[in-house]
C-alpha cells in the first residue's frame, strides 16, 4: 500500500499548491479544484501513460478538464509531476502568465483542450476517442466533468454519442460535490438520479467515495476491463475537501482564501499528511 | 451554362481528399444526404462520423478529433453550423486554433420552401467575428473543390459556406484558387462589383449587360471574405468609380461590411451594399427568393446605374 500512502501525499500536495496559488492570484475556483483533486492526483501520478519530458509523446492517453473553472488542479498536478516549474504556479491568473484563469492548450505543456465554457469537454474526450479508434491505438482518453455541469444539454448528446460509438476507450468521472455558484445542485438545478441516467444512455456506471484512494484505482481498473461501452464513474466528492472552512461552503465556489485562511489551511492539509503517515 | 451545387462539389472533394490523405475525417449531423458527406461516407465509413442532430457535439467532437491529428470536416446547414455551433467553435476550435474545417451547406435564402428558420444570413458576420477564423465562400463548384482542398492543406480553423441550389459552373479547371487573394475574374474601369457565393455569376452578367451600354465594370470575386485581399480591393477602389458589394446575406457584417470598413480606414470611397437589409426570408422557391430579395443581375444594374 505504499503506492497509496505516495499518492495520498501527492493529493495532499495538489491541494497546498492549490490553495497558495489561488491565494496569490487574490481569484479562482478553490472549491471545485480541491474536490477533484483525489481523482486527478490518481490519474496523473498512478492512470496514465504519459511522459512530463514529452508532452506530445505518441500514444499517450489523454485528460480533458470539462469543468474548465477547476485549472488550479491540474496546474498543480502538472507542475507537481514536472511537466513545468512549480514557480509558475505563482503567475495564476496575471498577465502574461502560462496559466490562464481557465486552461489554455497553447499555452501549458500537458493540457489537451482548452476548456472554460461548460458541458463541451466530453465531445471533445469523444472525438479524442474516436481518433484512437479510427488510427487503431490503443490510448485512453479520461474526461472530468462537474455535477452541475452535467445540466448542459451537449453532455447528454455527447453522452449519446459515446454509447453509440461504443467508445470503451473513454473514462469519465462525475465530481459530485452537489455545490454549483448558485447553491446546492438539487436547489438549483436537479441531476439525480445519475446512475440511473447515464445507465440509461448506454454507460457503464460506477459509483465511488471520490475521496478514497483506493476506490479510485480500483474503478479505473474496472473502467478499463469493460468492453463495448463507455465508463463513467459518478465520484461522491466534498466541494474544498481538505479544508475544513471551505468544506461544503458554496462562498468558495469562485473565491481567493485570504493570506490567513491560506496559512490556516496549508497547515490542515499538513497536519493531516502527518497523521497519515 | 452548366449547372452544379456547390454542395455536390464539397461531396466530390471530399471522397477526393479521402483518398488523398488518411488524415481526413468526416462529421455530420443527420443531414449527410442534404450536405452530401454521404459520398465521402460510402467511400470511407469509418471515418465518417454522424453525431445525429446535436450540433455543439458536432463541433466539440470535430475538435477533439483535430487535438489528435485528424483533419475534421464538420458538416450540417449553416444556421446550425454558425448559429446553434458558435459557441463550441469559438470557444473549442478557434480559441485553441484547432485544424477543423467547418463546411456548412445550405447558406443564405436560396435554401427555398424551407423558409426563415433555416436560411442563414448571418454567418459570415458571426464567423468573420471570431479571431483568427478564415472564412471561405465559393462562387460555383470548381471554386468549391479547390477551396476544400486548399483548407485540408491549411492547418487552423477554416469556414466554407457552401449553398443548396444547383448554380452555375463558372470556371474552369485552370481556375487558381488561394486563400486571401481576391481574384479580379473581369477588368472593368467605371465601377467595381465585389461579389462572394452565387452573387458573383450575378456580378458577370450585370457587367455583361452593362459593357452593352458603354460602362465598363471590374468584378472581383471575393472568394476568401476572411482574411480579406485589401490590396485588390484598394485598387479597385482607386481605379474606379465606386464598389458595390453583391452577397446572399444580411448587409450587416457580410462582405460588405468587411469591405467598407477596409475601405472607411484607407480610402475612403463609396460602397453601394446588395444583401439582405435586416430581414427574415420566408418560404419560396430559391430563385422566387432571390428575386424577392434583389439578389439579382438586374439589382446590381440599377444599383450602378444610379449611382454613376
Redesign the interface.
Known amino acids: 500500500m505504499s503506492n497509496i500512502k505516495l499518492l495520498k501525499e501527492k493529493a495532499s500536495n495538489v491541494r497546498k499548491d492549490i490553495v497558495q496559488m489561488i491565494c496569490a492570484a487574490k481569484s479562482g475556483h478553490p472549491g471545485g479544484s480541491l474536490s477533484a483533486a483525489d481523482i486527478v492526483t490518481a490519474l496523473y501520478f498512478d492512470e496514465m501513460n504519459i511522459d512530463p519530458a514529452n508532452p506530445k509523446m505518441e500514444g499517450r492517453d489523454r485528460f480533458v478538464l470539462s469543468k474548465g473553472h477547476a485549472a488550479p488542479v491540474i496546474y498543480a498536478a502538472l507542475a507537481e509531476r514536472g511537466y513545468f516549474s512549480k514557480d509558475l504556479l505563482g503567475t495564476l491568473r496575471q498577465y502574461g502568465s502560462i496559466l490562464q484563469g481557465h486552461p489554455d492548450m497553447k499555452k501549458v505543456p500537458g493540457v489537451e483542450i482548452s476548456t472554460g465554457s461548460l458541458g463541451q469537454g466530453l465531445s471533445v474526450a469523444n472525438g479524442m476517442a474516436l481518433s484512437a479508434k479510427i488510427s487503431k491505438e490503443d490510448f485512453r482518453t479520461y474526461v472530468l466533468m462537474g455535477d452541475g455541469e452535467l445540466q448542459e444539454g451537449q453532455i447528454w448528446e455527447a453522452a449519446m454519442t459515446a454509447a453509440h460509438y461504443k467508445l470503451d476507450n473513454i473514462c469519465a468521472f462525475v465530481d459530485f460535490n452537489n455545490l454549483q455558484i448558485d447553491g446546492n445542485v438539487d436547489k438549483v438545478m436537479g441531476v439525480e438520479p445519475l446512475d440511473k441516467k447515464w445507465e440509461a444512455f448506454g454507460w457503464n456506471v460506477l459509483k465511488i467515495d471520490g475521496h478514497d484512494m483506493e476506490a479510485i484505482l480500483d474503478a479505473l481498473a474496472k473502467a478499463k476491463e469493460c468492453k463495448g461501452k463507455p465508463t463513467v464513474i459518478i465520484a461522491e466528492t466534498t466541494k474544498g475537501k481538505g479544508v475544513s472552512f471551505m468544506e461544503n461552503v458554496c462562498g468558495f465556489h469562485g473565491v481567493a482564501p485570504t493570506e490567513e485562511e491560506t496559512a490556516k489551511a496549508v497547515a490542515e492539509l499538513e497536519h493531516v499528511e502527518k497523521i497519515e503517515a | 451554362m452548366a449547372k452544379k451545387a456547390t454542395r455536390t462539389a464539397y461531396g466530390e472533394a471530399l471522397v477526393e481528399l479521402g483518398n488523398l490523405n488518411k488524415d481526413v475525417?468526416v462529421l455530420d449531423a443527420d443531414l449527410t444526404k442534404s450536405t452530401k458527406t454521404a459520398m465521402f461516407q460510402a467511400e470511407f465509413p469509418?471515418?465518417h462520423?454522424n453525431?445525429?442532430i446535436?450540433e455543439?457535439?458536432l463541433?466539440?467532437?470535430?475538435?477533439?478529433?483535430?487535438?489528435?491529428?485528424?483533419i475534421?470536416f464538420a458538416s450540417t446547414f449553416a444556421m446550425f453550423a454558425a448559429g446553434r455551433g458558435f459557441?463550441?467553435i469559438r470557444?473549442?476550435i478557434a480559441?485553441?486554433?484547432l485544424n477543423v474545417k467547418i463546411a456548412p451547406t445550405h447558406a443564405g435564402i436560396s435554401v427555398g420552401e424551407d423558409g426563415g428558420s433555416h436560411q442563414s444570413i448571418e454567418d459570415i458576420a458571426l464567423m468573420r467575428a471570431i479571431p483568427g477564423m478564415v472564412v471561405l465562400s465559393p462562387a460555383d463548384a470548381t471554386e468549391t473543390k479547390k477551396m476544400v482542398h486548399a483548407a485540408a492543406e491549411y492547418n487552423g480553423p477554416v469556414y466554407i459556406r457552401m449553398g443548396r441550389l444547383d448554380v452555375p459552373v463558372l470556371f474552369d479547371e485552370d481556375y487558381d484558387f488561394e486563400i486571401g487573394p481576391a481574384n479580379t475574374i473581369k477588368e472593368g474601369t467605371d465601377v467595381t462589383v465585389a461579389a462572394t457565393g452565387i452573387l458573383v455569376a450575378e456580378a458577370l452578367t450585370a457587367a455583361e449587360k452593362l459593357a452593352e451600354e458603354g460602362i465598363s465594370v471590374r468584378v472581383i470575386n471575393v472568394g476568401t471574405i476572411k482574411p480579406l485581399d485589401g490590396n485588390t480591393i484598394l485598387k479597385a477602389a482607386q481605379e474606379t468609380k465606386f464598389i458595390v458589394t453583391a452577397e446572399e446575406h444580411s448587409v450587416i457584417g457580410g462582405l460588405g461590411s468587411a469591405v467598407s470598413e477596409f475601405l472607411g480606414e484607407t480610402h475612403p470611397t463609396l460602397v453601394k451594399k446588395i444583401g439582405i437589409y435586416d430581414e427574415f426570408g420566408q418560404s419560396g422557391k430559391g430563385a422566387e427568393l432571390l428575386e424577392k430579395y434583389e439578389l439579382t443581375a438586374e439589382k446590381i444594374i440599377s444599383v450602378i446605374k444610379e449611382n454613376l
Open positions: 475525417v469509418e471515418r462520423i453525431v445525429g446535436a455543439g457535439d463541433m466539440a467532437t470535430a475538435a477533439g478529433l483535430a487535438t489528435c491529428g485528424k475534421p459557441e463550441q470557444n473549442t480559441y485553441p486554433k
